[in-house]
């Protein structure tokens, strides 16, 4: 039950992290009638899990991060993700393990923290180049106006 999207090509990265995962997982509440215990039970997990998270995070940064993009990558790819927040058109998702979801909430609300951090800095650095390079063109310009106006 693999999904055709690919989680490879940025597009299909950012498209994900710009996505809120308790809208769609209220969505799914909503469509279908889970106990409140079970809601419940997502909720506490992912707390639980967050914390754990955060605590794993402190050990190795770099590392974390890519044991989250394979979480994530995990999740996408196994049907998981799009089947939760409609991309995939021939998939419906009914939640069977609560405490999973919850866990599942914590990868990817970590990992998309983080995706969105590198995202800012990629935006960052480019209009630093480009400015960069802008100034380049009017230093060039203005030295090469000297040179020939004496």
């Known amino acids: 039950m693999k999904t055709v999207i690919n989680f490879d090509q940025n597009e299909t990265k950012k498209l994900l992290s710009s996505y809120d995962f308790e809208f769609f997982l209220?969505?799914?509440?909503?469509?279908?009638?889970?106990?409140?215990?079970?809601?419940?039970?997502v909720k506490q997990e992912y707390l639980s899990k967050l914390e754990?998270?955060?605590?794993?995070?402190?050990?190795?940064?770099?590392q974390f991060s890519l044991f989250?993009?394979?979480?994530?990558?995990?999740?996408?790819?196994?049907?998981?993700?799009?089947?939760?927040?409609?991309?995939?058109e021939s998939r419906v998702h009914t939640l069977m393990n609560f405490s999973e979801v919850g866990?599942?909430?914590?990868?990817?609300?970590?990992?998309?923290?983080?995706?969105?951090?590198?995202?800012t800095k990629e935006k960052a650095w480019n209009i630093v180049t480009r400015v960069g390079s802008?100034?380049?063109?009017?230093?060039?310009v203005l030295k090469i106006l000297e040179v020939f106006m004496g």
């Open 26 to 41: 209220e969505q799914n509440y909503h469509t279908h009638a889970y106990n409140q215990s079970d809601v419940d039970m």
């Open 52 to 62: 754990n998270l955060k605590e794993q995070q402190r050990k190795n940064k770099k």
């Open 68 to 88: 989250l993009e394979g979480q994530v990558r995990k999740m996408f790819t196994g049907g998981f993700l799009p089947a939760l927040f409609h991309l995939d």
């Open 103 to 119: 866990e599942n909430w914590a990868y990817f609300s970590q990992w998309q923290y983080y995706y969105k951090k590198r995202l």
């Open 134 to 140: 802008v100034i380049a063109i009017l230093l060039s």
